[in-house]
């Protein structure tokens, strides 16, 4: 029996990287996982694919697990809507969510299009709000709930080329608090 038995758990950005891993680690821990990811890649700005998200949800059912695979966008709150919505219909439920998913637009601040500066900050802090405040009243009624939001060290310390990114992970910070100060009396852990 897993730590996360029993659990429902939405992971975004699940096809690669960070957020694949989680996801294959919370079914390996007994959770039912609902795969997110948009199918673009790192840089942003392709169409992307739905079909990336399915190989992270194949890999977990080959190992025996159960998932569900999801190819909205966070950076819409319809997106995130629906994947909350798709946790609960599918699974009966929501108790977690794992929220790595991001793009860079590396540049030096003083070249950065508007469009790049937007675009990171869409995802990655817009995301996070997005999909943290499509939960937040589902986690308090049943009072349980926790976000594992993502920031960097890029925000943290400081990184050239990455004032988007860095200004994105540092308001994530921020969020991850306030969250889980305000949640603390309905168990709703950020």
Not at 51 to 59: L, N, R
Not at 68 to 77: G, Q, R
Not at 78 to 96: K, Y
């Amino acid at each position: 029996m897993g730590l996360l038995e029993g659990k429902v758990v939405l992971v975004t950005g699940a096809a690669g990287g960070i957020g694949r891993e989680c996801a294959i680690i919370a079914a390996a821990q007994g959770a039912k996982v609902v795969v997110n990811d948009l199918g673009g890649s790192v840089k942003g700005g392709d169409a992307g694919d739905a079909s990336a998200a399915q190989k992270t949800v194949d890999e977990i059912k080959k190992a025996g697990g159960e998932a569900v695979a999801n190819s909205d966008s966070v950076s819409m709150k319809s997106g995130a809507e629906n994947m909350i919505a798709q946790a609960l219909d599918t699974f009966g439920g929501l108790h977690s969510i794992i929220s790595p998913a991001g793009i860079l637009r590396d540049g030096m601040f003083h070249k950065m299009p508007d469009e790049d500066w937007d675009a990171v900050l869409e995802v990655h802090l817009k995301g996070s709000y997005n999909i943290t405040r499509a939960a937040v009243n589902h986690f308090r009624e049943q009072e349980e709930g926790s976000f594992v939001l993502f920031t960097s060290t890029s925000g943290l310390i400081g990184n050239i080329g990455q004032a988007n990114y860095a200004a994105a992970k540092m308001g994530i910070a921020g969020l991850s608090r306030i969250i889980a100060m305000e949640g603390e009396k309905k168990n709703v852990r950020s």
